[in-house]
């Protein structure tokens, strides 16, 4: 059984670049999500643990209800070539953040390859095309070199620290 609300989305479902597809979370994308919550690796900066399968399915459905609530939400990140979702990238504001953030996360099979970055320029593309009057920054931890390497790939400038849910916290603005 399939239930959707009726919501009018304030940026595109569909977002395609050339190696990728970037789409709205479907309820089976927690399967090629369990690569990635279930790496300490992946998760150490973010999450801080890893999840396993019913955690890495609840992460799915707050994705999804995201989009339901606010109008937007990050977006499965799909290899065109193998059809595998391989992390998430896209606009989240959970109620405690300070603003609404571009974030980014990929199984490490995928790093080092420019997804995160593909992906991330053409989120942050499109919502400056479509939501114009937001200003978007990305948190990540202080030692979270990599994330801060794709923020300034990105364009993103470091604006300052803060203590975040208790860590020390990069705040990149994106301009």
Request: aromatic share 12%; hydrophobic share 40%.
């Amino acid at each position: 059984m399939e239930f959707r609300l009726t919501v009018a989305y304030l940026i595109p479902e569909i977002i395609e670049t050339e190696r990728l597809n970037l789409r709205m979370f479907q309820a089976e994308d927690w399967r090629d999500l369990c690569v990635l919550y279930s790496d300490a690796e992946t998760t150490q900066y973010t999450l801080r643990r890893t999840l396993d399968e019913d955690e890495t399915w609840r992460i799915v459905v707050m994705f999804i209800g995201h989009w339901q609530v606010r109008g937007y939400g990050p977006y499965a990140v799909e290899d065109k070539a193998t059809g595998k979702v391989m992390g998430n990238i896209g606009l989240w504001y959970p109620e405690i953040w300070p603003e609404p953030e571009i974030m980014w996360s990929l199984a490490k099979p995928f790093w080092g390859k420019g997804f995160a970055s593909e992906a991330a320029f053409a989120v942050k593309k499109m919502a400056v095309e479509k939501l114009p009057d937001v200003s978007l920054i990305s948190l990540m931890d202080k030692n979270n070199i990599r994330s801060q390497g794709v923020a300034k790939k990105l364009g993103a400038r470091f604006e300052k620290e803060i203590i975040f849910k208790n860590h020390p916290t990069c705040v990149y603005r994106h301009t």
